[in-house]
């Protein structure tokens, strides 16, 4: 099995910036696509952005030049950094993750950690 755990919701002002992060453990033999997705209230999940083992990103539009995601392979951890922070982008956020256990391949999600933008 494998767990994934988020960290580094908060509170912060508009304009702020927040950093999240994303721990994978647990039985884990290979680590692919992982990814950060929100869900606002009253709103469906929607992808925010994702990257790939080797490193290449896609981020949604709303997330473009704002957004950073990145990943330490050797940590099994993936960040989000936001800068420019604005009042739609209060959600909570979900890692994501394309995980090989000793189970086989299999898509893992955290728990969701809470990011609110005061105007």
């Known amino acids: 099995q494998v767990q994934l755990v988020e960290s580094g919701g908060d509170l912060v002002q508009a304009g702020g910036s927040l950093r999240l992060s994303c721990a994978a453990s647990?039985?884990?033999?290979?680590?692919?696509?992982m990814g950060w997705y929100r869900r606002a209230p009253g709103k469906q999940r929607e992808l925010v952005a994702i990257i790939t083992s080797g490193g290449t990103t896609n981020y949604a539009d709303s997330a473009k030049g704002r957004f950073t995601i990145s990943r330490d392979n050797a940590k099994n951890t993936v960040y989000l950094q936001m800068n420019s922070l604005k009042p739609e982008d209060t959600a909570v956020y979900y890692c994501n993750a394309a995980a090989q256990s000793s189970a086989g391949w299999d898509i893992y999600w955290g728990q969701g950690t809470r990011v609110t933008v005061s105007s």
């Open positions: 647990g039985s884990i033999f290979s680590l692919n696509t």
